[in-house]
T-cell receptor
Framework: IAGITQAPTSQILAAGRRMTLRCTQD?????MYWYRQDLGLGLRLIHY???????GKGEVPDGYSVSRANTDDFPLTLASAVPSQTSVYFC????????????FGPGTRLTVL | SQQGEEDPQALSIQEGENATMNCSYK?????LQWYRQNSGRGLVHLIL?????REKHSGRLRVTLDTSKKSSSLLITASRAADTASYFC?????????????FGKGTRLSVIA
């Protein structure tokens, strides 16, 4: 089935641990994005990638890193998780940029204790 | 900070009534998009309106854009219980180029049967 998949669905993590959230799309979209969603704050952009091999910082990039080695995959890494990174994380993709529809994955619910 | 801000934060109406949600943004844009999110799910694209358009329709959805006031509205006519969801406006992060979207905090719509 075409679309975006995210893994894991949910995770409980001890503070200080390293964690990688996985995101894969099979629509051959050029652009991919990571958002976090917190109650009362809406969606905030963490990092994005306009095309394979390039990445950019969003509103809240601190504590997160991304890579875009190929078109399909866009992993998000928390090098040393902190409780404030407890959130629901959504990956999205679009053909190009701002004039294209973004397609969202189902999300990863992350709890950092 | 987020580009778009939706108003009201929450809205509760009876089935069959119309629902109006507003979005204000801060900088010049070339388009504005509206998305819907059902509880626990990723966002789904509803409609895009370009800066040279004043009004756009899609089924029971009507979107307006007033670039002089930097505002947009989403009207859902003859609402149904299934329209219960959060609705977000999204605007380009940068004024030009291949840029990601920035989402507002959303309006939570409850349609009571």
């Amino acid at each position: 089935i075409a679309g975006i998949t995210q893994a894991p669905t949910s995770q409980i993590l001890a503070a200080g641990r390293r964690m990688t959230l996985r995101c894969t799309q099979d629509m051959r979209h050029n652009a991919m994005y990571w958002y976090r969603q917190d109650l009362g704050l809406g969606l905030r952009l963490i990092h994005y990638s306009n095309t394979a091999g390039t990445t950019g910082k969003g509103e809240v990039p601190d504590g997160y890193s991304v890579s875009r080695a190929n078109t399909d995959d866009f992993p998000l890494t928390l090098a040393s998780a902190v409780p404030s990174q407890t959130s629901v994380y959504f990956c999205a993709s679009s053909k190009r940029g701002d004039t294209d529809t973004q397609y969202f994955g189902p999300g990863t619910r992350l709890t950092v204790l | 900070s987020q580009q778009g801000e939706e108003d009201p934060q929450a809205l509760s109406i009876q089935e069959g009534e119309n629902a109006t949600m507003n979005c204000s943004y801060k900088t010049s844009i070339n388009n504005l998009q509206w998305y819907r999110q059902n509880s626990g799910r990723g966002l789904v694209h509803l409609i895009l309106i370009r800066s040279n358009e004043r009004e756009k329709h899609s089924g029971r959805l009507r979107v307006t854009l007033d670039t002089s006031k930097k505002s947009s509205s989403l009207l859902i006519t003859a609402s149904r219980a299934a329209d219960t969801a959060s609705y977000f406006c999204a605007t380009p992060l940068h004024s030009s180029g291949n840029t990601p979207l920035v989402f507002g905090k959303g309006t939570r719509l409850s349609v009571i049967a």
